[in-house]
Structure formats: structure tokens, C-alpha cells
């Protein structure tokens, strides 16, 4: 993303945030753009306003009842979890990362959420074999591409690696996946 677009998405945002300091959705967008841009603890800083928010609910504002009340939809909530999981993974901070992990693998997430980031790990960890693995596995989970996917893989070093990165594209071609940035 080039600076400027990056820099006007931020300012739009912020001042959206600050317009409507209960929309969850806007700081889960923003930390997504940080995250993207490589700005992990700026991107860790809304993910963990998000997660914290989530559970305070003004009754004042909004009328939800029952235990499990979410001001952001379960599934808005783990992409959440997800991106702070791979925010600290990608900053170096492997056992904040592994609390995401393990939240997810506890709820009723996407089975594809807590795989993609054991794949991440493995990569980041220049871990080959277990890497060709967990994405084979992440795979078996999740046979076309999350929507937020491609961005993800962008801030991995997988072209930095040749054998990872032939088996995923053999995955991928065994699966009928096109990537639009090939790796």
C-alpha cells in the first residue's frame, strides 16, 4: 500500500473513531491497516481496544441482553484474535501470541483461524517441514481463500523461502487455488 493511501486511510479512520468511539468495527479496520503496513504495535493497540470494548456493554446505549453478548458479531471478534495473534507473532512476541491461539482453539471459531496462525509460527520460525504441514492442514480447513488472506501472507517470508514456497503453490494448484499475489 503506498505511504500516502496508507496515511489518508489512518487519518479517515481516526476521525470516524473518534466521531463513533463505540464503533468497534472502525478500530478493528484501523489496526487491520497497521497490521498490513507493518505498524504491529499500533495494530496490537486497537486489537487489544477491541477485545477489551467487546465486553463492556453501556446498557444505556445499547440493549442487548444474555450472556453472550457481543458488540461486535463472534466472528468479527476472532478476526480480532487472529490479527493480534500474527501482530505479535510478526513483532517477535511469540507467547502473547499463543494466548490468541489458545482462546481460539477454545471457542467456536473458524477451525482455519488458530491453523493459520500455527502456520505462521512455523514460517516465522523458518520451520519448513512443520510449515508445509500446518499450511497442508490449515488447507484441509479452509479449501478457498479467506478474505483477508492474501494480506496476510504478504507480511510472511514465505518468498524468502523456495521449498515452502513451491509446496504451497502446489497445494494451492492441487486445491484449484489462484493467489493474486504469487509468492
Same mark, same amino acid.
Given at each position: 500500500m503506498k505511504r500516502s493511501v496508507y496515511l489518508s486511510l489512518i487519518k +479517515? $479512520?481516526?476521525i470516524e473513531i473518534k466521531a463513533d468511539k463505540y464503533s468497534l468495527i472502525l478500530l478493528m479496520q484501523r489496526g487491520f491497516i497497521y497490521l498490513q503496513n507493518k505498524n504491529? &504495535?499500533?495494530a496490537i493497540n486497537?486489537?487489544?481496544t477491541v477485545i477489551k470494548r467487546n465486553g463492556q456493554i453501556d446498557t444505556r446505549i445499547y440493549s442487548y441482553t444474555g450472556d453472550k453478548t457481543y458488540f461486535l458479531q463472534k466472528n468479527n471478534l476472532y478476526k480480532t484474535c487472529l490479527f493480534r495473534s500474527l501482530a505479535f507473532a510478526l513483532s517477535g512476541d511469540f507467547e502473547k501470541s499463543c494466548e490468541d491461539y489458545t482462546f481460539l482453539t477454545k471457542s467456536d471459531c473458524e477451525k482455519e483461524y488458530p491453523y493459520f496462525i500455527f502456520f505462521s509460527w512455523a514460517v $516465522? &520460525?523458518? +520451520?519448513t517441514e512443520k510449515a508445509i504441514y500446518s499450511y497442508s492442514t490449515f488447507r484441509s480447513y479452509a479449501k478457498e481463500l479467506m478474505d483477508f488472506e492474501e494480506d496476510l501472507f504478504n507480511l510472511l517470508p514465505i518468498k524468502n523461502n523456495q521449498n515452502l514456497n513451491q509446496s504451497i503453490k502446489l497445494i494451492d494448484f492441487s486445491l484449484g487455488i489462484a493467489r493474486k499475489n504469487k509468492n
Open positions: +479517515e $479512520l481516526t504491529y &504495535q499500533k486497537d486489537f487489544n $516465522l &520460525q523458518d +520451520e
